[in-house]
């Protein structure tokens, strides 16, 4: 048997893509634009929700959250993967391995949960906009608002709590960008066969409610908006839905991959470059996707910017 050398005062080794990548400098360079992307468009697009109180409306105040979830999830993973590359020191301790697979989860759950929740907002105000007010008053959208956070911390607390109470052995080498439930398994020194087997069976109880919800709001909405009389209307509804529709595609797509696709089926190579995808990729393109196609959003954009690049201290 192998010895046991992962205890608490030990570490791991993050080897991610940019150490496996035939041009780790270039890659290195663009992972850093598209964060620098990331942080600037969610923290505009926070920015001006918070500000512009012609955008104080559920729709809006929860693609706030949605764009504080990606400026956060982003910023857990994509500074450590750059400054580890620069400084040519991939070594992760054992608390913040557990940390940040506990970040991952809480945001990564938290925004599973939320997007089902915009959905339903899309589906009460384009199905029932006579009685938008009255389904979703500020106590209904502060509760959508505070769920998906008590309920993703609490199973991440779980999830990270058994994951890395396993003993860990062989080179404690973690072949992923972050520190999270598959790749960690595999340097396991016990038998984790019934876990990964629990993990697969919450990961689909814990992804496909949110998605069914998903789906069944947007057949709702297309049935009527296929039915509106004015075109205006429709290409509104329309743009909105895409947009929102186009964000869900990504992130289950990735979500789904990693923690559904059995494991057999996993390479590491293709864990790194779906984990690039849902951890930088996505949260860089998500407000320029709700951003650039929304009158209000840029509308709102081009007046606080404008306040406070005319404004001047007297």
Request: glycine share 6%.
């Amino acid at each position: 048997m192998e010895h046991r050398n992962a205890t608490l005062g030990s570490g791991f080794t993050l080897m991610g893509i940019l150490n496996d990548s035939g041009y780790p400098e270039l890659l290195c360079a663009m992972i850093s634009v598209l964060y620098v992307l990331a942080v600037t468009g969610n923290g505009l697009l926070l920015l001006v929700i918070t500000v512009d109180a012609r955008l104080h409306v559920p729709m809006y105040l929860l693609l706030g959250q949605l764009s504080l979830m990606d400026l956060l999830f982003t910023s857990v993973v994509t500074p450590k993967a750059v400054v580890d590359f620069l400084l040519s020191d991939t070594t992760i301790s054992f608390g913040g391995c557990a940390l940040q697979m506990f970040l991952a989860l809480t945001l990564g759950g938290a925004e599973d949960l939320l997007l089902a929740f915009m959905a339903y907002d899309r589906y009460v105000a384009i199905c029932h906009p006579l009685n938008y007010m009255v389904l979703m008053r500020p106590r209904v959208c502060w509760l959508m608002i505070a769920t998906p956070w008590v309920l993703a911390s609490l199973s991440a607390l779980v999830y990270t709590v058994y994951t890395m109470h396993y003993p860990f052995c062989k080179a404690r080498e973690i072949r992923h960008l972050l520190c999270e439930i598959p790749p960690l398994l595999k340097l396991a020194c016990a038998e984790t066969a019934s876990y990964e087997l629990m993990v697969y069976v919450m990961g689909v109880t814990f992804l496909m409610p949110p998605l069914s919800t998903i789906l069944a709001s947007y057949t709702l909405i297309l049935y009527t908006v296929l039915r509106m009389p004015s075109n205006e209307g429709r290409q509104k509804a329309l743009v909105t839905c895409s947009s929102h529709l186009t964000v869900v595609g990504m992130f289950y797509g990735a979500a789904m991959f990693m923690y559904i696709l059995p494991s057999s089926l996993h390479s590491p190579k293709q864990d790194n470059i779906i984990s690039v995808f849902y951890t930088i990729v996505t949260p860089a393109l998500n407000p320029l996707i709700y951003s650039l196609r929304n009158k209000e959003v840029m509308g709102a954009l081009r007046r606080v910017l404008g306040k406070y690049l005319l404004w001047t201290p007297s």
